[in-house]
């Protein structure tokens, strides 16, 4: 998929250690940020979930919803 270049304004803290953890795994910053985007929007688990399964489009994001849903803490509304 193409990358599109994009500004975006982060807390000093959140950006300092995005930039730890890309110099520790050998990686660039922007791969850490996408990442951890893709994984708190569900995207790689929906993505797993097409890749083993026959289920359609509407089922396999039902599960990748449920999936989220699963990760978020306890009593968070959304």
């Known amino acids: 998929m193409p990358k599109r270049k994009t500004t975006v304004y982060l807390d000093e803290d959140v950006l300092r250690a995005a930039r730890v953890l890309a110099s520790r795994t050998g990686k ?37 919803y449920e999936a989220i849903r699963e990760t978020r803490p306890a009593g968070r509304a959304r």
Do not use: F, K, M, Y
Request: hydrophobic fraction near 50%; avoid cysteine; charge should be negative.
């Open 28 to 64: 660039r910053d922007s791969e850490v940020v996408e990442e951890a985007l893709r994984a708190h929007l569900g995207l790689d688990a929906l993505r797993a979930i097409w890749e083993r399964s026959e289920l359609g489009e509407d089922e396999a994001l039902a599960l990748a």
